[in-house]
């Protein structure tokens, strides 16, 4: 088991002051937590409502971390911010471009106690440009990008994938790249800087691969004629006999000779993998053979093969499988299901992930003792 005291981790002595939000930015506080940084979430008075879902249900996102809570619009409580922000090594927002600085607690007023701090912001437009101010969510950001409309088959609209794209993808993870860049370059200049993290500007970059293919004329905007799109025969899903799907990714030839051959299809007389003209015929085979089994004696069947074929499984099937069992990918803290800290390091393991506190006011005055800060 990993150590759970707030120690560990490569990320240890690294002090993070995470102005309280909702999704990506508490998702990027959490990574940090989970990496064994001293991550201080500010919360308003009536922050409880950001800590639990509808059912009462404390939010997992929040694990890691201690909470103080301020009114920031009263100025005793923003000093007590600033002065927590000037013995930070980092602040995480995710305010609406200029709230911060209404809000009295905005990179100039928290730099000029702090040179070498780190800012950073995440929103879904960026802290500029004409939609700054515009309010959005994850679909608006990636729909924006062209990254939504490669998604989904051609004969319907493009899908919502789920909201990890922009929220997570392209938010929260841009969000802690900038930020250890920023750390990095702090350690040789001693000055600190802002991040501006926009998951519109994520969004593209994790799609930087398909504009390469678009660019060597090998990916068509028609959406669901391209590689991963679902038009190629050999890398989609698949209906078993249950009801169930697998996932086929049997890119390269040997992989594709695995696939036949463990269908029992014989290549001879078929058209040639890279067939355009093929497919619909490669494909009206490969579900046909699909069909007659269930998913899972398909996966068993696959097992140990080359064939790049695996079970589709829910959330709650997952949690038992072999690999992410040994792996403990997914683990259970409080009852409740969830990712374990990622990714591994040799000598200095991260946290073990812990239930966040769901008291309303567990932390402030110990936040404000072991940062130096006076009540």
Known sequence: MLPRDGSVGPLA???VLELAGLGPAPHAAMLLADLGADVVRVERPAGKALRLGPDGATDIVLRGRRSVFADLKRPEDRARVLALAERADIVVEGLRPGVAERLGVGPADCSVRNPGLVYARITGW??????AQAPGHDLNYIGLTGVLHAMGRPDGPPPPPLNLVGDFGGGSMLLVVGVLAALFERSRSG?????????????????????????????????????FDGAAPYYDTYACACGGFVAVGALEPHFFAALLAGLGIDPAGLPAQDDRTGWPELRARIAERFATRTRDAWAEHFAGTDACVTPVLTFAEAATHPHLVARRTLVEAGGVLQAATAPRFSRTPGREPAPPRAEREPDTEAVLRSWGVRP
């Open 191 to 227: 000055a600190g800087q802002v991040v501006d993290a926009a998951m519109v500007d994520g969004a593209a970059l994790l799609a930087q691969m398909t504009f390469a293919l678009r660019g060597m004329g090998r990916w068509s905007d028609e959406r669901g004629s391209n590689l």
């Open 13 to 15: 002595g690294l002090r």
């Open 126 to 131: 960026g802290q500029d440009g004409p939609l």
